[in-house]
């Protein structure tokens, strides 16, 4: 089973930075769609931006333009760039493992607070 670790959230101050990272466990990293998803109390999960084994992103409408996906398989870990944070971007993002449908794996989240 594969396992997802998220690194990187914390506070800060809105126009900020911040670079998440996911480890995975495992040898199969490099043929699994990765992905970020944050989940705020009370709402839905909904994506962030997502990275297919060929390297192909989508990113979510409010995220476009501020943030990055991308993936290093060497290190079987994908990051995701955020710039020009808000305080809506407020949340828990989770790191995110498909393969078809035998793999649908999750982190246990990482709290991003934005605020001054």
């Known amino acids: 089973q594969v396992q997802l670790v998220e690194s990187g959230g914390g506070l800060v101050q809105p126009g900020g930075s911040l670079r998440l990272s996911c480890v995975a466990s495992g040898r199969s990293f490099s043929v699994y769609t990765m992905g970020w998803y944050r989940q705020t109390q009370g709402n839905q999960r909904e994506v962030v931006a997502t990275?297919?084994?060929?390297?192909?992103?989508t990113y979510g409408d409010s995220v476009k333009g501020r943030f990055t996906i991308s993936r290093d398989n060497a290190q079987n870990t994908v990051y995701l760039q955020m710039n020009s944070l808000s305080p809506e971007d407020t949340a828990v993002y989770y790191c995110?493992?498909?393969?078809?449908?035998?793999?649908?794996?999750w982190g246990q989240g990482t709290q991003v607070t934005v605020s001054s």
């Open positions: 990275i297919t084994s060929g390297g192909s992103t």
């Open positions: 995110n493992a498909r393969f078809g449908i035998s793999i649908n794996r």
